[in-house]
């Protein structure tokens, strides 16, 4: 049994808020430090954060005293989850791992940096090796780990399993975003009721570049050659709460003689993680719909405490070989969810100290 006490920068934000949820009860890991701005430093928790889950605040959190995101005020953490915004991620999160302290971030910032694992780990497990090349510290105990955008997610976990069997040429996607993914206030409500919003900004870039690492290949110097396909998408937020659904058509390398062969290749696929039985990893990783009508957001993004990729309409394309629909729980799947299986796989995998 693992055990660890772990801090939280960006505590008061949105994604922080989810880390403290889905760790109130965590079975290796300990919240002893809470990090925001300057304007929450000193008061407690419930005095600094507007609190919006829909659970109560935590006891024992509550009480903590906010501090400034400074490794000095983190003595005692065995490393932090990051939930910081991108405008304060860069420099503070590097500040950590020079420090010593392992980050495992929700930040674009570091994403596509060579040394730093973007991690999913159904997708790309063995790329925490690519920590090993990293040098904030001289004797490595100071690292960065990253999980992707919330979209790059259920993307590149419903791709791994096709990519495996059949290759892939190209790929078009649509996703349509829940206003969550705006973080808190968010949408302003006359911009999103009743509405769509075909364009969400730095969306569209990261959905183009990042599944291409996470399907890539690890080489023996601890770099990973991309995976060499193109992506086009469009990203288009829409007035649900939680899920993001994506669209998704495929050119394939080897063409398949029926999609049954498709159906099967996704319904036998194993998760590479499926036997180290951590925590927050779902039983069914991927759970492929029969009903056209599914998977729908507000029925089945919290399946599997909100860890499971939903798929559906598969079927054959008319100008793409194959399409399909996927699912996944944006804050807690694609960010603080995501975040947390990574710090289990980096646990158990020895990377934690």
């Known amino acids: 049994m693992h055990s660890f006490n772990v801090g939280i920068l960006g505590a008061t934000g949105a994604v922080g808020q989810k880390f403290i949820r889905l760790l109130r009860r965590h079975p290796w890991f300990t919240i002893k430090a809470l990090g925001a701005s300057k304007r929450s430093a000193g008061k407690t928790y419930k005095q600094a954060a507007h609190w919006i889950e829909d659970i109560e605040l935590p006891g024992q959190v509550a009480k903590l005293k906010v501090s400034t995101c400074e490794p000095a005020h983190f003595e005692g953490v065995d490393f ?4 910081l915004d991108s405008s304060v991620a860069k420099d503070i999160e590097q500040a950590f791992a020079t420090a010593g302290i392992p980050v495992i971030s929700n930040a674009k910032n ?16 063995d790329h925490v090796e690519m920590i090993k090349s990293q040098d904030f510290t001289a004797d490595g ?4 780990v990253t999980n992707p ?3 790059c997610v259920p993307l590149s976990m419903s791709l791994r399993p096709i990519f495996d069997a059949f290759g892939i040429e190209s790929v078009v996607v649509t996703s349509m975003q829940a206003v969550s993914g705006a973080g808190y206030p968010g949408v302003p409500s006359l911009d999103i009721l009743g509405n769509a919003v075909p364009f969400i900004g730095g969306e569209e870039d990261k959905i183009h570049t990042e599944p291409l690492k996470m399907l890539g ?5 601890g770099t990973v050659t991309h995976a060499d396909f193109g992506v086009q998408s469009t990203a288009v937020r829409i007035p649900t709460v939680e899920g993001h659904l994506l669209s998704v058509a495929v050119k394939l390398k080897e063409k398949p003689s029926d999609i049954s062969d498709v159906q099967k290749a996704i319904e036998d696929w194993k998760s590479p993680i499926a036997d180290l039985d951590l925590p927050s990893a779902p039983k069914q990783p991927v759970k492929l719909y029969e009903e056209e009508r599914h998977p729908q957001p507000r029925l089945h993004s919290a399946r599997e405490n909100g860890m499971q990729l939903g798929m559906g309409r598969l079927r054959t394309g008319s100008v793409f070989d194959i399409s399909y629909i996927a699912l996944a729980h944006n804050t807690v ?21």
């Open 80 to 83: 932090v989850f990051s939930g």
């Open 110 to 125: 570091h994403r596509m940096f060579d040394s730093v694992p973007l991690l999913v780990p159904e997708v790309n497990p």
């Open 141 to 144: 105990s100071g690292w960065i």
């Open 149 to 151: 955008n919330c979209v």
């Open 217 to 221: 290949t690890l080489n023996s110097n």
């Open 333 to 353: 799947r694609g960010a603080a969810g995501g975040a947390i299986l990574n710090a289990e796989l980096l646990a158990e995998k020895g990377y934690l100290n």
